[in-house]
């Protein structure tokens, strides 16, 4: 083995993350067993959460903002947007703080630093998976009381949409986290950044709604609004699919991921000297 | 076979605060190395480092042009004074950082142990860190699930072994982390000064593991220590260190030797022109002289006999505020163990005096230590005993000899042997 002052740019050893992989589920389950340790309703938070918010969103933007759902009940519109949304955010934000919140562990052994950022997305699948089935739990109750929904062949590619969105997040996440190891300013810039996205991103309101053109297609360079339509459209019926812009996303996502790695491997030799 | 090879290692480090001075210096550099394709301009104006005096440059060389050998097998301890780079090298070893000129070479795979317990989640059971921190140390799950028993037992954690960390004792949480890391299995080890914490009977079983990993199974071993009973006990060779740079390499008993010489080397020099001392320098130290009960100048004394300090300074700052002063005067060993300590806030005295008199007399009523050379150090702070209090501190000020004598029964000379310092009145009925 030879230590340098620099590695290559783009160089991702697999072989020896996959001889960290017991350390990557540790890891893993470590997030989950003390997420609500000492808590009285422990994991029960993971519904709490979520429901509360559904709650706000039916009353505010439904009930009196009155901002339209295309017909399908608002709770299930509601519930799908802010749990995929919610997994985003969770994601970005949990990535760009790889290197700053493990820097005792960092400081002290090495291992590829790049498992972090992947412990990171794959914790927050837990909380998303139990949203997930809260909506499930309100589909099968709407479905069951005659209300109208339906379901698009495309909802096959659901967890491709949703390790898109993961890998967004990561690259994303990752320019962040690098350059945030010596200026903090990042941080606090991203928590607003995220704050505001959301507005920008079908999450509340349909797509459909912004009759705009010029709007609509700011909206559309959005790389998250793509596939939050698409998998509206797969589970709700509603929103829009097209290859195309999810072909967009995908390129945004590929050269994000390239361009996050691209400066992790810069600062992961370095970042213990100044974060 | 060479196991670890540094080839002109050099790290530097940046002192100060993260301001946009920073950013400009980022800006500048990245403009001439990447687009101008010059080299980097900030590696040329590093200073040596030493901390006691003040740079110029806020870029300082913390390791400078490095180049060893380490053969498989081989034990090796890394001496040299606070600051003098070890940790730093034990920090590139493990690829905590990086260089920042030359390559290291190593073959097998490296284990580090820089801290014990990390990574330990203080709401788990000792059973679950055990397993978190084995894999962050890079064991398999297979591998710890088979050491398991073996772990447990030698941290002797059992009863506590399934109860969250957070309510071990510190010394608890120590020996379950150092019991992980006694099991792990590379083929370089690299281990910073663990050994010095946990009670006594712990460090003895921690260097006995240490001393089986090392010369029993073959294993290359980098070790860092202060404590140089420990390095004596355990290396074969030395590799001393100063102001980054090696100074000296070869056997660990002359390594050793080189060492304390280097220690010793400046207290020739006087008081007043000595640079390796720490603190703000408000108060500075400027004569230290021992008195014996005559009231002669000394360098040696009886065992048993009293003997008088007198501690001599300057005030640099007339605003410092003498009264609360905090002296702080003790020996130590040649090995630099303390062995005695006298800490005003301790002991009744009179402080009432010190800017006019600006001399701290010690009495010392019985020099009831076993006849050996000791260095003499001092630390005078204000407010408190932390180092950002200190005025002035400096570690081996001049040597005291104690001369064999009789002191339990008159007429029996005490026998001369290693260790065992502190002469405790009494007698056997």
Request: net charge neutral.
């Amino acid at each position: 083995m030879t230590i340098t002052p620099r590695d290559r740019l783009l160089a991702l050893d697999w072989r020896e993350i996959w001889r960290y992989r017991d350390m990557f589920m540790l890891f893993v389950d470590r997030a989950f067993r003390t997420a609500y340790k000492q808590t009285i309703l422990g994991p029960l938070w993971f519904i709490i959460t979520p429901v509360l918010s559904v709650i706000v969103y039916v009353t505010v933007f439904g009930g009196i903002a009155n901002i339209p759902t295309d017909g399908v009940p608002p709770v299930l519109f509601y519930l799908l947007g802010i749990s995929v949304w919610g997994y985003f955010a969770s994601c970005l934000t949990s990535t760009s703080n790889s290197f700053v919140s493990n820097a005792d562990i960092f400081g002290k052994v090495y291992f590829p630093r790049i498992i972090m950022p992947m412990v990171a997305v794959t914790v927050n699948l837990l909380s998303f998976a139990i949203q997930l089935a809260i909506f499930f739990a309100f589909y099968i109750y709407y479905a069951a009381t005659g209300t109208d929904l339906t379901i698009h062949w495309q909802v096959v590619l659901f967890p491709f949409l949703m390790l898109l969105l993961a890998l967004m997040a990561m690259g994303f996440g990752m320019i962040f986290s690098s350059l945030t190891t010596k200026y903090r300013d990042l941080q606090i810039m991203l928590a607003k950044i995220i704050s505001l996205w959301v507005y920008v991103t079908p999450v509340i309101y349909p797509l459909s709604m912004v009759t705009n053109d010029k709007l609509h297609l700011a909206m559309s360079l959005n790389p998250v609004t793509p596939v939050m339509e698409a998998i509206k459209y797969s589970l709700l019926g509603v929103g829009q699919f097209s290859w195309l812009w999810l072909g967009y996303s995908a390129l945004v996502t590929l050269i994000l991921l390239i361009f996050g790695l691209m400066l992790f491997n810069k600062v992961q030799k370095s970042f213990m000297d100044t974060v | 076979m060479t196991a670890i090879e540094f080839n002109h290692v050099s790290k530097q480090y940046r002192l100060g605060l993260v301001s946009t001075k920073t950013l400009s210096h980022d800006i500048r550099r990245w403009w001439l190395t990447s687009i101008m394709r010059q080299e980097d301009p900030y590696l040329k104006i590093g200073e040596t480092n030493d901390r006691a005096t003040k740079g110029n440059s806020e870029y300082v060389w913390a390791l400078r042009d490095i180049d060893f050998k380490v053969e498989q097998g081989d034990v090796v301890g890394i001496i040299g004074k606070n600051g003098a780079g070890k940790s730093t090298l034990l920090k590139l070893l493990s690829r905590v950082t990086g260089p920042t000129t030359g390559t290291i070479r190593a073959h097998g795979r490296i284990g580090s142990l820089l801290e014990v317990g990390t990574g330990f989640h203080s709401e788990m059971t000792g059973r679950e860190n055990i397993y978190m921190n084995g894999a962050i140390l890079g064991m398999t799950k297979a591998e710890i699930d088979r050491k398991l028993d073996e772990i447990i037992d030698f941290s002797g954690c059992e009863r506590y072994i399934d109860t969250p960390v957070k309510r071990y004792s510190s010394g608890m949480t120590v020996r379950l982390g150092f019991a992980v890391a006694a099991f792990l299995e590379p083929e370089i080890l690299v281990v910073d000064e663990v050994l010095a914490v946990g009670d006594a009977e712990f460090q003895k079983k921690a260097i006995g593991k240490m001393k089986d990993v090392s010369q029993g199974q073959g294993r290359t071993v980098l070790f860092v220590s202060h404590n140089m009973t420990s390095v004596k006990q355990l290396c074969k060779h030395g590799i001393l260190l100063e102001n980054g740079q090696v100074s000296f390499m070869g056997t660990a008993e002359d390594t050793i030797g080189k060492y304390l010489a280097v220690n010793l080397e400046d207290i020739d020099k006087p008081l007043a022109e000595r640079t390796d001392r720490r603190g703000d320098g408000r108060v500075r130290f400027t004569n230290v002289l021992f008195r014996n009960a005559k009231g002669d100048v000394v360098t040696e004394a009886f065992v048993g006999t009293p003997l008088t300090i007198e501690m001599y300074f300057d005030i640099n700052d007339p605003s410092v505020d003498l009264s609360k002063a905090i002296m702080a005067c003790g020996l130590s060993d040649s090995y630099g163990m303390s062995v005695a300590n006298w800490i005003s806030d301790e002991i009744e005295h009179d402080f009432s005096n010190l800017k006019d008199e600006k001399k701290i007399v010690l009495h010392i009523p019985a020099l009831n230590l076993r006849p050996q050379t000791y260095n003499f150090g001092v630390q005078l702070s204000i407010g408190s005993t932390s180092p950002k209090d200190w005025c002035d501190e400096i570690g081996p000020i001049s040597q005291l000899t104690i001369l064999n004598d009789s002191i339990f029964t008159p007429g029996v000379n005490l026998k001369d042997c290693r260790g065992h310092q502190a002469l405790v009145p009494a007698r056997y009925l």
